[in-house]
C-alpha cells in the first residue's frame, strides 16, 4: 500500500500527538485506528478502488483520516474547502463519483451521477494508483484541474525530517496545505487545526499550544501586522513563519523582520501544477531566495522561472497541458537572478504594462505602504487609450481623507521613490477587504 511508511511510522510514535482540534488531542494510535475504521466505512459504502471521491471539509481529525483511508484504498482523490463557491461545476469537471462532506463529526456521503470519460483519469484508474484533483484559485481566470498520481507526491516524504509543531493555516484543497500536513505526518509532529484564520485566533492559538511554525501568505502577515494582535498573545514560540503563494512586498518582510527577529522568516515556492520545492531564503530580510531540490530542476529564459518535476501533474481536465516537449513548466514568474539565487519580481499576468515599461504591482504597493494613513494597498492595471494601461490603487486609510489630496500627497511622496510611469494616476478610497478567501491579494476589479 502507498502509505504503509506513514502507517508504520504512526504505529511507532503511537502516543504522541497528531493533531489538537477543538481544544483535544488526537494521538497517532487514534489516527491508525480511525484510518481503518474509515477503510471498512469506504468498502461498506462500496467505493470500489480508484473511485474519483470528492472530500468537501477544512482540516481536522476525521478529514485527515479519511483523506488517508482514501490514498490506502487507491481512490482519486478530490479536495475542496468550505471557501469554494462553484462546488457543483468543481465536481462536474472532476467527473467525481462520490461526494463525502464533513463537518464537525458529521460525516455525509453522497453517490453522483458523473461519467468517469478523461483519459488521464482513465489511465490513473488502469494504472491503480491513488491520485490527487487540485483546483487553482482562478485569480487569472476559469480554476484548472491538476491531475496528480499520489505515487510520486508521497515519495519526498519517505526520507524522515525535523519537524515541528504547525499551524495547517493554508486551506485543505491548497497544494501547500496538503504538503504542510504530508510533511507533519510523515515525521510524526503534531498540527494544530483550525476554523477561524483571522489574525486574533491564530495567534491566540500559538500561545496556548506553543506553536512553532506558521505557514501561510504575505497576504495574513500584513494582516497580521496591521491587527496588532500579536501584541494581546505571546507568540515567541514561533521559531519559523514561511510564506508564499503570491509576491511579498518587501516593506511587510522588513517590518515583519524588525518585530520579530528571532524568527525564521522563509519564503517558499510551489504550484499546483508541480508541488512543493524546497526553498532557502538568503536571509529573514530578503526576499532572494533558491529553490530546487531532488526531483526538480530549473531555468530562467527572457526573465521567466521555468521548472521541471518529477512529481509534476500528469495534465489539466480541463485546459491544454501546459509543458512543453522536454517537460518544462512555464511558471509565468517573472525573476532576476544572482547566481544560483532569485527575486520573484510577479506574475506575468499581474505586470501593469504601461507604453512599453513594465511596473509590478508590489514594488509601487511597498512604497505607498510606507505612507502616513495608509493602512492597506491594492495595486492593479487600468486601460488607457493612449498607453494600454496605467497604474491604478485602491487605498485602505487609518482615517478619513480627502481623496485630492490624498492624490496630491501620493504624488509628492512617489516623486523621488518612483518612475513617473509607475506612480498611481487612478487612486480610489475603498475600506473593503482586499484579500480573498485563499489570503491572496485580490487584483481583478471591475
Not at 485506528?33 to 480508484?50: G, L, M, P, V, Y
Not at 501544477?273 to 531555468?299: A, P, Y
Request: glycine share 4%; proline share 3%.
Amino acid at each position: 500500500m502507498v502509505i504503509d511508511f506513514l502507517l508504520e511510522r504512526f504505529q511507532n510514535k503511537s502516543s504522541n500527538t497528531a493533531l489538537i482540534w477543538n481544544e483535544e488531542d488526537y494521538s497517532y494510535q487514534w489516527l491508525y485506528d480511525k484510518i481503518n475504521e474509515f477503510s471498512i466505512f469506504i468498502n461498506a459504502n462500496k467505493i470500489s478502488q480508484n473511485s474519483i471521491v470528492a472530500l468537501r471539509s477544512d482540516f481536522s481529525p476525521l478529514s485527515v483520516a479519511m483523506m488517508l483511508a482514501l490514498i490506502q484504498h487507491n481512490c482519486i482523490f478530490v479536495p475542496i474547502s468550505f471557501a469554494v463557491k462553484t462546488v457543483d461545476e468543481f465536481l462536474e469537471i472532476a467527473e467525481t463519483e462520490f461526494l463525502i462532506t464533513i463537518i464537525d463529526d458529521k460525516i455525509e456521503l453522497e453517490k453522483l451521477n458523473n461519467k468517469v470519460n478523461h483519459k488521464i483519469l482513465l489511465n490513473l484508474k488502469q494504472e491503480k494508483h491513488p491520485g490527487l484533483i487540485l483546483f487553482s484559485s482562478g485569480s487569472t481566470g476559469k480554476s484548472k484541474a491538476a491531475v496528480h498520481d499520489f505515487v510520486p507526491l508521497l515519495d519526498k516524504f519517505k526520507v524522515e525530517r525535523h519537524t515541528l509543531r504547525t499551524i495547517t493555516f493554508l486551506l485543505f484543497d491548497h497544494i501547500g496545505g496538503v504538503n504542510t500536513l504530508l510533511y507533519i505526518l510523515s515525521n510524526t509532529g503534531t498540527i494544530v487545526a483550525i476554523k477561524d484564520r483571522s489574525p486574533e485566533n491564530v495567534c491566540m492559538l500559538i500561545e496556548k499550544y506553543q506553536v512553532e511554525l506558521l505557514p501561510t501568505s504575505p497576504s495574513f502577515i500584513f494582516m497580521l501586522l496591521m491587527s496588532k494582535a500579536y501584541e494581546k498573545y505571546n507568540i515567541h514560540s514561533l521559531k519559523m513563519v514561511t510564506y508564499g503563494t503570491e509576491t511579498m512586498p518587501e516593506t511587510t518582510l522588513k517590518k515583519m523582520h524588525e518585530l520579530f527577529p528571532n524568527i525564521e522568516l522563509k519564503q517558499t515556492y510551489g504550484l499546483s501544477e508541480l508541488g512543493i520545492l524546497r526553498s532557502k531564503s538568503r536571509d529573514n530580510n530578503s526576499l532572494w531566495v533558491k529553490i530546487g531540490g531532488e526531483g526538480f530542476q530549473t531555468k530562467v529564459k527572457e526573465g521567466i522561472l521555468f521548472i521541471k518535476a518529477k512529481s509534476a501533474m500528469l495534465g489539466y481536465l480541463n485546459a491544454e497541458s501546459p509543458f512543453d516537449d522536454e517537460g518544462w513548466f512555464n511558471t509565468q514568474d517573472r525573476v532576476e537572478v544572482d547566481g544560483d539565487w532569485i527575486k520573484i519580481l510577479g506574475r506575468v499576468t499581474e505586470i501593469i504594462n504601461v507604453g512599453g515599461q513594465k511596473v509590478y504591482p508590489t514594488e509601487v504597493e511597498s512604497v505607498l505602504l510606507e505612507m502616513e494613513n495608509v493602512k492597506d494597498v491594492t495595486v492593479y492595471s487600468s486601460p488607457n487609450p493612449i498607453l494600454g494601461s496605467v497604474v491604478s490603487a485602491k487605498i485602505v486609510l487609518e482615517n478619513v481623507e480627502d481623496l485630492a489630496a490624498l492624490k496630491k500627497r501620493i504624488r509628492l511622496y512617489c516623486k523621488d521613490k518612483l518612475e513617473q510611469f509607475k506612480i498611481p494616476v487612478n487612486v480610489i478610497i475603498d475600506n473593503n477587504s482586499q484579500v480573498s478567501a485563499r489570503f491572496k491579494k485580490i487584483r481583478k476589479f471591475d
